[in-house]
């Protein structure tokens, strides 16, 4: 194999590690509520997750497009941006999935694909529309969620006066298993489409250095979706943990309401080829449900540390993409050179 060659399948290699980082955070976080409910036993729940994940992630190439090709000019980079903005995902979600975190994975790879862009290209590489598309999406779906969660609640509350509490949980246990579903069908065609760009974007760049073209087939597809259902299956119960049973106190028909809102959200930034935090979503539907009940309902305490976690990922892996890319650069760059000279 030629050092390119190899280079591109160690990104690609980091990308699937990203990918599995990904089922074990954020995919997680789409069955918290219907484990935390007891809907589900946390065996099935998992099981269920990873299929939809998977079925979500062959579903579409929108948002792949968006990461592979709308964030940094793909003719102004090199290997060592992608490598290093994987990279730099990678470690963080893997560090928070161990704290028990739920960070945003979407987050951690467009500020690492916009560190490592700039290391490497500079600012004028940098897509500044789609940007602030991304950005304008990654605030309002924490927003929406919280705010959607509190009045579709109070609307169910309204709905369901004076039904037997009994009668609403086998009811809504049934539509919370539903909207769990929609969920993880959601997480998988948005967030599983993160690692289909940038698989798509190292193969390019291997492919024709000088003009890349991004293209996701399926192979691509497949490569993505198969790595988020072993992180879901395998790893994720500490951040279902945190998000579904330390936040707030769920019932079935708190659970439908926050996830039922979630996947609205994200379905619909999926149709517009948006990335958006699952994480943030059904983390501040939950926060939006559990205030109906009242304020002291939500553990305040851990809401708080949920959202630093998200709020340092943006400078985090900035910076860490950064600093990757320059030091691969270091290291690659005369590597890459002298066996160009060779050939």
């Known amino acids: 194999m030629s050092p390119e060659a190899i280079i591109a399948l160690i990104t690609i290699l980091l990308t699937v590690a990203y990918a599995y980082a990904n089922g074990m955070n ?46 940094i000019d793909p003719d102004q980079i090199t290997q060592v941006t992608v490598m290093s903005a994987v990279l730099a995902a990678v470690i963080w979600v893997f560090v928070a999935t161990r704290s028990g975190y739920p960070v945003s994975v979407s987050h951690s790879l467009v500020a690492g694909v916009l560190g490592s862009g700039i290391a490497t290209a500079g600012f004028a590489a940098v897509n500044f529309a789609t940007i602030q598309k991304v950005m304008v999406a990654l605030a309002l779906s924490p927003i929406l969620g919280m705010i959607g969660g509190f009045i579709f609640m109070l609307f169910l509350y309204w709905i369901l006066k004076g039904v037997r509490p009994k009668m609403v949980s086998t009811i809504f246990g049934k539509m919370q298993l539903a909207a769990s579903v929609l969920l993880a069908f959601s997480h998988g065609k948005n967030d599983g489409q993160n690692a289909m760009g940038m698989i798509g974007l190292a193969y390019a760049i291997y492919k024709n250095p000088t003009d890349p073209s991004v293209e996701i087939v399926l192979w691509m597809q497949i490569t993505g979706a198969l790595a988020i259902f ?14 579904g049973m330390d936040v707030t106190r769920l019932r079935p028909v708190h659970g439908f309401a926050a996830s039922a809102i979630s996947a609205s959200i994200i379905e619909g930034a999926s149709s517009l080829g948006l990335p958006v935090s699952t994480t943030h979503t059904i983390g501040s539907s939950i926060v939006g449900v559990g205030a109906t009940q009242r304020l002291s309902a939500v553990r305040w305490g851990i809401t708080r540390n949920i959202a630093l976690s998200w709020l340092i990922t943006y400078p985090v892996c900035f910076v860490m993409a950064l600093a990757i890319s320059f030091f691969l650069g270091l290291v690659l760059d005369p590597f890459l050179a002298s066996s160009a000279v060779t050939n």
């Open 230 to 243: 072993f992180g879901t299956a395998i790893g994720g119960m500490k951040v279902i943990r945190t998000l």
């Open 26 to 71: 954020d995919a997680a976080n789409a069955i918290a509520t219907v484990i935390s409910t007891r809907v589900l036993s946390p065996f099935v729940a998992i099981v269920m997750g990873a299929i939809m994940n998977f079925v979500g992630a062959l579903s579409g190439t929108a948002v792949a497009k968006t990461i592979g090709k709308g964030i």
